[in-house]
Nanobody, 124 residues
């Protein structure tokens, strides 16, 4: 069992930066791929970024490539999402997820555990 708690969301202006954190419980954090997803009002949940168990492999949605960076610290059981050059269309609830897989999936059904989400609002 893995429990995930996101933090770091907030209200910012376009062009600003935020760093989201996701703290995981459990001793097996380092064996999980981690992902970030987001859901805007009235829209489906969408993939944002993923990182494999070691942190050596990452993959991003085209909409955030070059602006967002996913990273992890296995010693701290934490995954991060650094978000730069934020746009109003980045406004959403951001969720982290953990998947018991050796690669770095981009589909939500491949993840086993989910956090409760943190709100990110970007004003124009």
């Amino acid at each position: 069992q893995v429990q995930l708690v996101e933090s770091g969301g907030g209200l910012v202006q376009a062009g600003a930066s935020l760093r989201l954190s996701c703290a995981a419980s459990g001793r097996t954090f380092s064996s999980y791929a981690m992902g970030w997803f987001r859901q805007a009002p009235g829209k489906e949940r969408e993939f944002v970024a993923t990182i494999n168990w070691s942190g050596g492999r990452t993959y991003y949605a085209d909409s955030v490539k070059g602006r967002f960076t996913i990273s992890r610290d296995n010693a701290k059981n934490t995954v991060y999402l650094q978000m730069n050059s934020l746009k109003p269309e980045d406004t959403a609830v951001y969720y982290c997820a953990a998947g018991a897989t050796s690669y770095y999936p981009q589909w939500s059904y491949e993840y086993d555990y989910w956090g409760q989400g943190t709100q990110v609002t970007v004003s124009s």
